[in-house]
């Protein structure tokens, strides 16, 4: 049988100027994505995908985490965490869900970095080349707005129609430049009077 990880490919971003300033603090983004063969393709219907669940998603949150662990410097400096995946056209959307939406895949995450919050998510289906923009929010404290951002990522020959890529997503830290404060620094006037609003 063909390996199950065809590549792994890790990618970082540094926002160090907004509107030709320095940004008030740097926080790096990083990107751990696997391109794997699809479990299940060329099966047809599969009514359960646990067996295969249980198999790989653990495998691709250890060697994931691993490199996004390392791209950030550390668990400790991992602030915001998000996840994704792109399923090759020949398989199921429900596939990438599959290998993301579990504790095999999930947990292992969210323990590695010292996180709580349940670990927001984007996916597709997808051509190779597609980009999917994932969203990260913080780790613990999912309702803070400084840590709501995303970083995109796009592998360009993945997936194939038989592929699926995962991918493990983090920053540093905040936004560049966050200043919406969150529901604890919003004006209580302003707040009473969205209430008052609404129908």
Do not use: C
Not at 9 to 22: C, I, N, S, W, Y
Not at 57 to 76: H, I, K, Q, S, Y
Not at 89 to 101: K, T
């Amino acid at each position: 049988m063909a390996p199950l990880i065809r590549k792994i490919v890790v990618m970082t971003e540094d926002v160090v100027a907004e509107l030709g300033r320095p940004v008030d603090h740097v926080a790096r983004r990083a990107v751990a994505a696997a391109v794997i063969r699809n479990p299940w393709h060329g099966r047809g219907y599969v009514a359960d995908l646990q067996p295969e669940v249980r198999e790989v998603a653990p495998l691709l949150a250890r060697e994931l985490t691993a490199r996004l662990v390392e791209a950030l410097g550390g668990a400790g400096e991992v602030e915001a965490f998000g996840k994704a995946a792109i399923v090759g056209v020949d398989g199921e959307a429900e596939h990438g869900s599959a290998l993301i939406h579990t504790p095999y895949f999930g947990d292992l995450l969210r323990d590695a970095v010292d996180g709580t919050s349940i670990i927001v998510f984007s996916e597709q289906r997808a051509a190779p080349g597609a980009p999917l923009t994932v969203p990260l929010w913080h780790k613990n404290a999912s309702a803070t707005r400084s840590h709501y951002q995303t970083v995109e990522v796009r592998v360009g020959d993945a997936p194939r129609p038989g592929e699926i890529v995962v991918v493990a997503a983090a920053s540093s830290g905040a936004r560049p430049n966050a200043r919406i404060g969150d529901r604890t620094t919003d004006p209580a006037v302003e707040i009473i009077e969205l209430e008052a609003a609404a129908p």
